[in-house]
Structures are given as C-alpha cells and as structure tokens.
C-alpha cells in the first residue's frame, strides 16, 4: 500500500497546490470555451463581417462577398454614421464622464463625512436607481418627462415635452441617474483605503477641504478613477438603454453607435454595414483602454 | 504637551465652527438635492402600483389592489416573469459552474502577468459587448439553432458575464488563506475531498454573491432576449415591459404600474438579503 | 539512528530565491528540535519542505530511515500546526478535530475516542460544539494542537504556533506544549521567531540563516559556546561583546587593551591571527583597580535590567558591556573597570568567522 504511493507520486517531487496540472487545465478550459466562444469569436466576426455585403435578404444574403473596406469608407461619408459618433461620444461624455463619475465622487466625498446613518440612507437610494431593471427605469423616466402629467413638469411649473425637444439632455440626465451608484461606491472604496492618519497630518498641517482633496486624496485615489472612468466609458459607449426611452429618435437625435448599430443590421438588415459600424465601435474602445492602461502605467512608475 | 494638544485641539475647532455654517448648509442643500433627484423618479414605482386610477403623474394614489388582480389576467405578464426566472437561474448557475473552478484555480496558481491578463479579460469583456458583437451574436446563435431557446439566452448572457464573476471571484478566493487546504493536504485529504470539504464551503459567501449578482444581471437585460428571442411566449419580463409600455397605449396603465412592481422586486429582495448576509462587496479588486 | 534526517535540501523559488541552500539536518527520535532564524532565512520553507508542501528543487529528506522527498503530504503521517491554526470555519470544534480521522476512515467509535481523548488532554471538552470564531486564540492554539494530537502522526511541525498569542497566553502554552510533548514523546520541530521560547522548550536547537544551518546543538551549547560569530551576535538577550582584535605572543591585543587567549584556542590562535574576542556581558564584572585582561572605560550609558544593571563603557574608542549588580552600579562619566571571566571568553577567526 505505501509503496504504491510512493511509486505513483514518484513523477515530481510533491507541489503546493492541491491541484496537478491537468485538473487546473481542466477547470479552466470551460471559461476559455465561455470567452472563446461568445467573446473572441464575435469579436472577430464583427471585424470579418464589416469586410462583406452581407444582408439577410435579397442577393447577398445567399451569396455574400468580400468587398474589402468600402463598408468603413462608406461609412465615413454616411452623415448619419458621423452623427451617431457625434452624438455617442456627447453621450458617453455627458453622462458618464461628467455625469456620473463626477456627481459619483462628489456623492462619495461628501457622505464619508456625514453621520453613517444618513450616508447609509442616501447610498441605498442611488444603488436602488442602480438595482431596478433598466426597462423599469425606462419607463419612470418615460412617465416622468411625459409632456401633459409628466412629474418633471409639474416640479419645475412648465410645459416643455423633454424626449422631443431634449433628447440628448434626456437621455443623459436619464443615464447619470441609473449608473452613478458604481462611480459612488467605487470612489467610497478609494475613500476608504486611505489611512486616517494621512488626511489627519495634513489637517494639522492647515490645509483647507480643497487642498486635503488635491494632494491627499486625488492622488492615492488615481488607479481607482482612472478604471472608473475607463470602465463607464467602455459601458456607456455600449449602452442600448436609451433605446428603451426614445427608439434613437426624434429624427435620429439620440441615434447613438449601439442603436445604429442596431437599426442597421437587425432592422434594416445590412449585416455587413452594421458590422462595419461595430468594428468602428470596438476599435475605437480598445484604442481608448490603451491609452487608458498605459497612463495608469505611467502613473505607477 | 498636554496644553499643546489642547491648543490644538480648540483652534482647529474653532476653525472648523467658522466654515460649518456655510459648510453645513451647502452639504445639506447638496444632499437634499441629491436624494431628491434620485428618489422622486422612484416614487411612481411605490405609488402607482396601488393607485387604481394610475397616470404618469406621481400622486397619491387612490389605495386599491385592483392593479394587481388585472396583471393577474394578462397571461403574457406571468408567463414573462417565469421566462426572466428561468433566463436567470441559468445564468446564475453557468456562471458558477463555470467561473468558479476557473477563479480557484486563477487564485491558487500564480503564473506571469496573470493579473494583467485577468485586468484585461475584465477590459476586453466591457468592450465585446451584446452592442458591438450584436450581429455575430446573432448569427451564433442562428447558425447554432439558438434562436428562440432558453439556452441561446443564457449561453450568450453567460459569456458576457463570466469575465467579471472570475474577477471578482478571484479577489474573493485569494482572501482566504491557502492554510485551510495546506492542513487538509497534510491529514491526507485528496484534492476531490479538500474542494468538496474545505474549500467550497469556505468560498460559499463568495459564490451566492456571485450568483445574485449573474440573476440579477440577466434579470434586468434587455438586449439579448429582443435580439434572440421572437416567440411572444418565451419573452422575459424586460422585454415584456417594453412591449406593455410601446405598444399598449393607456389601455395596460394599470398592468404596467403593478408588473413593473412585481418585475422588480426579486432583485431588490436579493440585494438586501446578500447585503445583510455577506456585506456588500462589489468590485473590491478593482483598481488596476 | 537519526528520525528525520536531511540531506543537501536546495529549495529555490521561481523568482530565483534560494530560500533553502544544500541544507543537511538530523534530528532524533522523540526530540523537540527548534528551528531559530532572523526573518526571511527560510525556516518556514524548510518546515514545509519536509511537510512535502513545498517541493525541494534538489536533496533527500527521509524519515526513519524511509526516503519521503517523493511523498504528498498526506502519505507522511505527520501532523502541521499553522501559524494562523486553519481551523476550518464551517466546521465546529468537534468537526475540526474529527474530520482528518474521518479522512483517514477511522471507524465511528474510534473517532469517539480519540477526539475524547484528545480534547481530555488539552481541557476543551467543553468547547466542542462552538466554532472556530467563537472561542480565543489560545482555546483556538489547543484545539488545532488536539486536532494535529488527534491523528496520532510521527512527526509534529510547528511553525511560530505561539506567536498570535499575548504575552502571558504565551507563557503558558509554552509550558503546556512542553508538557504535552514529553507526554507523548513524538518528535516535534518547532520553528520560532523568539530565541527565549527555543532556549526554553527545546532539547536541541538550529539557528539557520540564508538557507543554511549555522549551528546545530542543546540551548546551553548556544548560550555558552556559540559556534560563529553570527550565531553569537544573534544568541543572547543582551548583544555579545564581539571585539576585534589580534594575536600578539599568547595574548590578543584589542587596541590598547590585552586578554589571555581563551583556553579553547590555545592551541589554535597563532601569533598575527586577525581574530574577534567574545564575551557576554553577563559574564563581565566591575573590580576596583586597572590592571592586564581588564578593560579600563568611561561609563557611557546604564541600562536596568531588573536584578542588575547593564554597563556600556567607551574604553579609549571601543565600547565594551558589563553587567553591575543592582545598588552598586556607576553612573553615567564614572570611569570603571570591566573583568571578564576568562573561563567564559571566547575566540573567533576573524577571516572564517568560527569559533576556534
Ligand atoms: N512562495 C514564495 N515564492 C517566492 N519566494 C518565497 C516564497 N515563500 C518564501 N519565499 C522567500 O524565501 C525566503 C525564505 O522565506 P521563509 O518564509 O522560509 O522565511 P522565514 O524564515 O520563515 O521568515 P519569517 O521568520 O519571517 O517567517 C524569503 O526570502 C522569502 O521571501
Ligand atoms: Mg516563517
């Protein structure tokens, strides 16, 4: 019996770790299948695809044909493309940059400072607007920017049909209000991290709520907003809730990339040109989280 | 030095007496306004449900259950609810199948620039999304005879998701210390043993955090199901809502008022039951 | 025959650590051995090492005469006591020390009775149905030492099982863990951060450093004759004199100051030999009048000691301790004289840094 043992784990000298090779292989493989699959794979589909014409009807849906990059130059002449970028990046700066992270920290700031009770309170009512299932969100503020009994009006006393003459500014205000409980938690999380006694020296120090901010507190939080508003921005730019208020519209003015992206392949259903439009999407992205990444590298250093 | 610390101790007082006024205010108003702007739009939510003359208008509702007993009768409201239940739990489930051995192992065995490459996976996941790989997404599915299943659903969803569950999963495992399986090693427990007794139940907060939290991802999704799904009967509750609201009119007010209620409340309840349980603890690891 | 017994054990780390370096070992049937190092010699390593939790890159460790360097850690049959205990959380107290038995398909009635039995000798019968987090860190210590007794393995691994424990908890399970041990006189490695508690408990000790083992011996070997001068500055609750100095015609000459060669190196110490002079300040003594082998200084600081005093005197540039007994110390600008007892000196080569 002992023998044995000794014979059967006379391969290697004994590891570590509870599991030998081939079962952490194992354990793995099924999510490199998972991320294969339904990440790799579309990704470079969507590449392979904005290379063809094609559509899910008439000709081309039979025999579809690589046309190289005219999907991509057509797209840099289609009026309504640039103005779906447009719109997408007044969007993703609006609500995610200078929406939602900024209320975010101010939100986080200004509640670690407050008795935990109310923080408590207040946090729990920016997660709920976080918890509640985008199409149920969609519809509050669809009631609530109603032009005849919507609330928003009766608040501020006036009679202004938001979704038709603001979109834009609806939707943004609409995004703000779903997404800032993660920019506030994550930001309380950096809060928190830094010791006590870092804030306190500098308050013996002398210095003002501002500079406590600007020296202490912005810099040990960098790492923590720099992946805040990378992350915010990557969902924001992917974000299909808007549809869920206007349909891109009136007239294409909330049109942003996802619901272009949309109306194109599935609605239209130009694969090929939606595709194109998609690829523009996602290299865009990942240029942006490279720059991101390598200013957090730099940050380090 | 006790006189100094006194001194101190007064003078920053004092100092921060003279801005508290202004402070104070400001910090309430800003607060108030705050709370305002996030809790106002929610007040439709809690009212209208039970206001048996419902209207966009927040008001105070006209008590009655009457709402309630008319979704009742809506036999697509119900059966939309089981479908999200289902669309869900499956995803839920994957996620933990598959996501779970896979941090475990991310966790115990260190390999060069497995932290980057779990940063990046994180990235890459929040750029692949059901927008941008929209039509691949689609075609997957078609070509894989996905189109209207339960499955199509989940196994996209689940794609998407397990990138985010290893890595927090991950952050989770590496908190509990590698003694707990090193003793079992050494009283001769074989590794099926020492992941059956020790470490799944050490790693089990970690787990239901992440299976509400896949449940309550899918439960709000919008996206993959009114892409993938077009039989009206295998529609979830996000969809649904949709149609009830684009296409109804005034007609289904008071259905929508007590669906939305109902649609909703599951995820609030799971919120509150793994933030009481286990503390909430969202993405701890990130910071890159 | 030695127990366990290593052989030329080489561990480095993938990062390129060399944490334990062709590192030899024995130690006998029934001792308490422990394992004495400053931070980072690899002391831990070594204890995992031979638990097989950490594979060696090179060498053999065998236990009664058996080569183990092959073997998973759980065909060893020995017992390890983490530092943070790893008492399982999920499990109450009973469970914990239960489930290696049940691991090891022990019958029902003999897990009865060895949990019974073990929890009887370490008094934490009454503990049984509460979990981990309920009870204290010294409860927690007994309970994971119950549930390594439990097992009835031929080796117990410590490593610093006393060191998440208040000074007075320590104290006494110390004491209690040596008791233990003499009881059931399996042999124990005890590795420590804290030289009293090894000088203490153990039968014989290793003080490691860089991977290797600088001296192996009885705790009284270290006190009174350590092997180099590394073990010597690190031995000791008050720091060795370690003087330099060189051999002069039967003498070593410190400066201006000279001292009979010791009587180990007598033999040894040629004339010209850079060497260093060591003596523990315990064992040097005021008297009243200069003279040869005494160290003639101004008193620079005193330290209390409780029973007597600690005296640094600068003796024309060079500081030499002694100690005074309480009531007749000097003070601080007082010129003294320091004796050391010359049965207790000793002389170390200063080039191979060993003990003649
Ligand atoms: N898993 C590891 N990977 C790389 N290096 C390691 C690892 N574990 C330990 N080391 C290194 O090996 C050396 C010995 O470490 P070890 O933990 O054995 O020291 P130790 O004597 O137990 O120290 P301490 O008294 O602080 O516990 C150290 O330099 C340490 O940094
Ligand atoms: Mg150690």
Redesign the interface.
Known sequence: MKSKTVKGSRAARPGNSVLGKGAATAFLSPSLLFIGVFLLVPAFWTLFLGLTDYKLVGIEALNPSFIGLDNFAKALQDPQFLSSLKLTIVYVLGSAIFGQALLGFILAWVLNELSPRVRSAVELIVIFSWIVPGSVVAFLWFAFYNKEEGTLNAILGVNIDWLLDYPMLSIIIFNIWRGTAFSMLLFSAAIASIPKSHIEVARVAGASKMQQLRNIVLPSARSYILTNLLLITLWTFNDFGPYLLTGGGPGGQTQILPIFIYDSALRYLDFGYGSAIAAIMLLLNLILSLIVLRMSKKGKK | MRLLGKE?FTS?KRRIDERSSV?KIS?FV??LL??S?????????VLAPFDSDP????KWPNWGLGNFSEMAENPYAYRSLLNSAIFSAGSGLVVI???A??S???S???FAGRDAFLYI?L??????????????????SLKLNLIDTYQGVV??L???L??AA?FILKDFTDSI?K???????????S?F???K???T??I?PGLAVIFVWSF?QA?????APF?LIRDVNKQP???M??SF?NDGGQAVFRT?AAF?LI??IP??AM?FYVNKKYG?R???G??? | MSFVSIEKITKVFPGGVRALDELDLEIQDGEFFALLGPSGCGKTTLLRTLGGLESSTSGKISFEGKDVTFLTPGARNIAMVFQDYALYPHMNVLENISYPLKVRKFSKEEIDKRVKQASEALSIEMLLDRKPGQISGGQQQRVAVARAMACTPSLYLFDEPLSNLDARLRLEARTFLKQLQRELGVTTILVTHDQSEALALADRMAVMDKGRIKQVGSPAEFFHKPANIFVASFIGSTPMNLLDGVVNDGKVVIGSMSFDIPAHAQNTARTGDKVVFGVRPEYVSLTSSPGSGIASGVVKVTENLGTHYLVTADCNGILVRGTAPDGSEPHMGDTVHLKPESVRTLLYNKTSEDLY
């Open positions: 101190v920053d402070e910090t800003f607060v705050a709370v702007f996030f809790a106002i739009p929610l007040m439709w939510l209207t966009f208008r927040i199948l598959v996501g051995p896979a475990y192992v991310l115990r065995i260190k996976l990235l890459f996941s929040s750029i692949v999304t059901g927008s941008a790989a929209m039509v691949p997404l689609f075609l997957l196994l996209v689940t794609g998407g397990i990138p290893i210390p003694s707990y399986e090193e003793s079992a090693q050494i009283f001769g427990a590794s043993r020492i992941l007794d020790v470490v139940p050490i089990r309550v439960w709000g999704n919008f996206l892409i509750a996000a969809v809502m949709y609201y929508v939305s649609y909703t995820v609030l919120y909430f969202f993405y701890g990130i910071k890159g």
